[in-house]
């Protein structure tokens, strides 16, 4: 039988967290026909080998699991791409190989895509191993007075609901199904004339920045995203990146995905007013940090980071706004 949704998961020596993804996928299967599809990028751990093997198929119960080998490491975007070109499903489910499904999760999330033919991305409400909420939503594209205040903490100020609300992010309590901008790629059901319509992931982002980039243009195209909390996936988040890059390896990486991002999707002005934003509250952030006698070797080397983007973006700026 055809199936009608593609899990797509891309793995990058995913060891035992694969084996639990594959196995929750097993345990708790959508109520319609599926196959899984593993985009492997290179893994070195064994986790390749063990996709060869029958094992996995046995795990998955009779569900068709196909591998897609990659050479190279391609990064995210460019694996889901090779996924996306592989399959026919009307409904492609981007889960990442550190996510589990808890049940019920899926059908929920096709319930809700199904219940509006303008829905074209639904996602969960994603938990952490210790069942706490994970964030998951956010602003999209990012304002330069959003980006100023939302690290100040300010939902510690009356009204909470409101800054919430606004901000989005850890601000807001993840607890209603609602219409939001951007949506974390860490467990996501598509629409596939979503895919056909704006494209896959922008393969210039090899890991992060590539779903802010993409959600953007599913929005901008006219379709509409929406978090589901009745639906939960369990997602331990980062087992990729730990085993890939030290702490200052990976801020440098998500910072550059970021002006990237900014480059990108927003006009020269919205550009520089962001960085000058984030690098104003970066500033006030370390030396609030030093005034408590705390390290701030972070945000020291995020600082310089961002002022060599917004040199750059200061020279470029100079002429007539773009787009």
């Known amino acids: 039988m055809r199936p009608e949704l593609s899990f797509v998961i891309v793995n990058w020596n995913g060891g035992e967290l694969l084996r639990r993804c594959l196995?929750?996928?097993?345990?708790?299967?959508?109520?319609?026909?599926?196959?899984?599809v593993v985009v492997d990028n290179a893994s070195t751990d064994g986790s390749r080998e063990w996709l060869r093997t029958n094992e996995p198929a046995r795990l998955l119960a009779g569900a068709t699991l196909r591998l897609i080998e990659c050479a190279d490491n391609l990064g995210f975007g460019r694996a889901n791409n090779r996924a996306f070109a592989a399959t026919g499903a009307p409904l492609l489910f981007l889960l990442?190989?550190?996510?589990?499904?808890?049940?019920?999760?899926?059908?929920a999330l096709v319930s809700t895509l199904r219940g509006d033919a303008r829905v074209g991305v639904c996602g969960p409400r994603l938990v952490n191993p210790d069942g706490s909420t994970q964030t998951s939503v956010w602003r999209n594209p990012p304002a330069a007075w959003a980006t100023f205040i939302a690290p100040l903490t300010p939902y510690r100020l009356p009204p909470r609901r409101l800054c919430g609300e606004l901000l989005l992010a850890e601000h807001w309590a993840h607890d209603?199904?609602?219409?939001?901008?951007?949506?974390?790629?860490?467990a996501l059901v598509v629409r596939r004339e979503v895919v056909e319509g704006v494209g896959g992931f922008d393969e210039r982002y090899h890991m992060y920045g590539e779903d802010n980039e993409w959600c953007l243009r599913v929005v901008r195209a006219g379709w509409r995203m929406v978090f589901e909390p009745a639906a939960v996936v369990m997602h331990h988040g980062g087992h990729s990146s730990r085993q890939r890059w030290t702490d200052e390896e990976k801020l440098r990486v998500q910072t550059e995905a970021f002006f990237l991002f900014q480059?990108?999707?927003?006009?020269?002005?919205?550009?520089?007013?962001?960085?000058?934003?984030?690098?104003a509250q970066l500033s006030l952030r370390r030396a609030l940090r030093r005034l408590r006698g705390r390290p701030a070797d972070d945000l020291a080397l995020t600082l310089r980071l961002h002022f060599s983007e917004l040199k750059r973006s200061l020279r470029e700026s100079g002429g007539d706004d773009e787009g």
């Open 96 to 107: 990442n190989a550190d996510a589990e499904l808890r049940p019920g999760a899926c059908d």
């Open 176 to 186: 209603r199904r609602r219409d939001v901008p951007m949506l974390g790629g860490a």
């Open 263 to 279: 480059r990108t999707c927003l006009t020269r002005r919205q550009a520089a007013a962001n960085l000058l934003a984030s690098t």
């Open 23 to 36: 196995e929750s996928i097993a345990a708790h299967p959508p109520g319609l026909p599926h196959e899984v």
